[in-house]
Each structure stands twice: as C-alpha cells, then as structure tokens.
C-alpha cells in the first residue's frame, strides 16, 4: 500500500450512524478485531480487552449507549466493541510515572483507530461512541465496577446509498510546524 491508497482509506472512513440490516459475519468481525490489535502501545504494555458483543446481548448494550435519546443507531449495528483500559506493564507504568503522560490512554486512542480503519478496509461501517452510561454499560457486560471502558465501536454494513462526506480539515500550514 502506498500514500495514495492510505489516503483513499482515510477519506472513505466516517462515522457511519445508518447500518444496513446485512448481519456482517462473526469471522469478519473477529479478523477486523485481530488486525485492529496489531496497534503499537508503549513497552508493548498493550493494555485492553476488546469485548465484541453481538445477537442479543448487543441490544442490552447499545441501551446503555442510548441515554436521552443518543445513539439510536448503535441498535442497528451488527456489532459493539467495547474497548476497556487494562493495566499496562512495569516498564509502561514507570515510564508514565517519570514523563508524568499517561501512556495508556494514548494506547487505546491509537488501538481505536486502528479499529475503525481495519473496519473500513473490510468495507464495514464504524462510529466511535463517546455518550454512554458506563455503570450500566459495566453491568450489561459482565465487568466488575472497577473497570473503565472509554470507548464503544459500532461495526455494520452502511445503508444503501450511504454518502461518503467531504472531509474538512484545517490547512496544512496551520497546523504544522517545521522546525529544521
């Protein structure tokens, strides 16, 4: 893959909030889950669980995504991941520590995104939801109270005719600095 076919994938990838009633198969999803996973972490500490809940237990979840009328697409997304914060490693958490930077955090920024764009790559459709109830959310999974999960992808076959959106992102120049 070079530049240019990169670039295709990031301007085709969008938070799709219209899926498809087109089930996307559980071997997809568990492939798009297993590349996603390749993500750098700092140490290698790689601190999540991805939790890929579909059928049933899908709608108990998407309800905890759907308080005061948010997300109501999430109920026709063939699946949701639940991205939960793990502990990173010794050498991780010191680091942190010493660079007072939260490394964690920026792990499961960068495991999400390779998500959606290994999703996208796959031809599925995906939206990072921040809006939930996390104590419900908890719940409905089975985790224990002590447990962050701060991120939710939605996973499923956009809608038919689903428009890709233009892109608008600032000007290179004023958002890059060059120092030489």
């Known amino acids: 893959m070079d530049l240019k076919e990169l670039e295709q994938l ?4 969008q938070s799709c909030r219209s899926f498809s009633d087109t089930v996307v ?39 905890c995504l759907q308080e005061l009328g948010m997300n109501k697409f999430a109920s026709k997304a063939s699946a949701l991941v639940a991205v939960t914060e793990g502990k990173s490693n010794l050498t991780a958490r010191a680091g942190a520590k010493l660079q007072d930077n939260e490394f964690t955090r920026n792990d499961l920024g960068i495991l999400t995104a390779h998500l959606v764009l290994a999703a996208e790559a796959a031809g599925v459709g995906s939206c990072i939801i921040g809006w939930r109830n ?23 076959y956009p809608e038919e005719g689903c428009v890709i959106r233009e892109k608008r992102r600032k000007p290179l120049d004023e958002v890059l600095i060059e120092i030489k």
């Open 10 to 13: 990031y301007l085709k990838r």
């Open 134 to 156: 996390e104590e419900k959310l908890r719940a409905a999974l089975g985790l224990k109270w002590d447990v962050r999960i701060p991120e939710v992808v939605a996973l499923g």
């Open 25 to 63: 198969p559980d071997e997809l999803l568990r492939e798009i889950c297993r590349i996603a996973l390749l993500a750098p972490s700092a140490c290698n500490a790689q601190p999540w669980k991805l939790y890929l809940v579909t059928g049933e237990r899908k709608n108990a979840v998407a309800a």
